[in-house]
């Protein structure tokens, strides 16, 4: 069984409903369909009943199976704008504005499903930016209790890989903090410590990457993660958390004990920490493209509901695993 079998399977045991606001976009379709023939999750799919089936059909998909909510026609959609208003009247929110953003902007309809308990979950991005998927989830669900930052992460599957969990690992953050500070870096490490141990079943080992392992290298980046290792120990005492390593100080045994020697981390992570966005967004791309790695995500951690980003690349069957990735989630705030 693959990677992403088995959670399709852990989605399958506890259904959860899942909003797909991107009903104008094929691939959303094509997924819904195979969503609802695998059985992975409910589908609450928002859009034009009428333009929405009409696409199905061109395109041969079957989505008799998902529930089509028409934020124009739909009973609840008043309760929805008196909530927005209410979350949003400091920033001045008035009654008009939020009826034109739920009427139009269907990300934002989605998001409050989620926050009104109508769905589970909501997968967005397959043509929106990630900051438009976003923007909404920080407005309106805000971030989890005790979590620090709203951060994204990749699931990376490599294929006969002997390195990480049997060639599973988290690279965060790989989709959203551009920079972060050492305070922020120690967060991230911590919640994709969370991430990896709820998703992938093995215990988190972590690595906080640099150019440099253990003082090789002197400079004000490093610096930065030598200092984020120091916060996240201190938070986190009980994790396999370690740096600052080179990347492959992090995950070849040889090299680990070569370069870091006495260190429990070193040549074992499977969570890889990235200095910055720049890092971790070449370094997913790199194993997605050069080791014929699966990529999952941008998959957030953080927000006080299960929503999920897709990059704008992405194909019908990667939409698939990120819904069943997601039902996942749910499940573990059950």
């Known amino acids: 069984m693959g990677f992403i079998d088995v959670i399709k399977e852990r989605a ?28 992975i999750a409910k589908l609450v799919l928002v859009g034009n009943e009428e333009a929405v089936k ?27 704008i008196d909530k927005l208003v209410e979350l949003r009247q400091k920033k001045g929110m008035t009654p008009e504005q939020a009826k034109e953003i739920l009427l139009n902007q269907y990300l934002y309809y989605g998001v409050m499903m989620v926050k009104m308990g109508d769905a589970d979950g909501m997968v ?15 407005q309106i669900l805000k971030t989890k209790p005790g979590t620090k930052l709203v951060s994204a992460f990749f699931l990376i599957i490599v294929p006969d890989c ?6 599973a690992f988290v690279f ?25 141990k709820l998703l992938v079943q093995e215990e988190p080992v972590v690595a906080m990457l640099s150019h ?22 201190e938070q986190n005492p009980d994790l396999a958390l370690d740096g600052e390593f080179q990347l492959d100080a992090a995950i070849v045994p040889s090299v680990g004990a070569s ?22 967004n070449i370094g997913y791309k790199l194993a997605q493209r050069l080791a014929k790695a ?29 819904v069943a990735i997601t039902s996942v989630q749910c499940q573990a705030q059950d």
Do not use: W
Request: hydrophobic share 35%; charged share 25%; glycine share 10%.
């Open 12 to 39: 399958k045991s506890n259904i959860k409903t899942i909003v797909l606001p991107e009903t104008e976009d094929m691939r959303t379709l094509e997924a819904a369909d195979k969503i609802l023939k695998e059985g």
């Open 54 to 80: 009409k696409s199905a059909a061109e395109g041969g998909f079957d989505i008799s199976g998902a529930q089509i909510v028409d934020p124009a026609t739909s009973e609840k959609t008043q309760g929805y």
């Open 124 to 138: 967005s991005g397959a043509c929106h930016s990630t900051a438009d998927t976003l923007r909404p989830c920080l």
């Open 162 to 167: 002997e390195y990480g969990a049997n060639g």
């Open 172 to 196: 965060g953050d790989s989709g959203l903090n551009q920079n972060p500070n050492p305070e922020e870096l120690a967060a991230i490490a911590a919640s994709s410590a969370e991430s990896f």
């Open 212 to 233: 440099s392992t253990k003082g090789s290298a002197k400079h004000a980046d490093v610096d930065k993660v030598v200092e984020a290792t120091k916060i996240a120990k």
């Open 259 to 280: 370069k870091a020697p006495g260190s429990p981390v070193a040549g074992k992570a499977n969570v890889l920490i990235f200095p910055d966005l720049d890092a971790g």
């Open 294 to 322: 699966e990529a999952y995500g941008p998959i957030t951690q953080g927000i006080a509901k299960p929503v999920n980003d897709l990059s704008r690349g992405c194909s019908a069957d990667d939409i698939v695993g990120v």
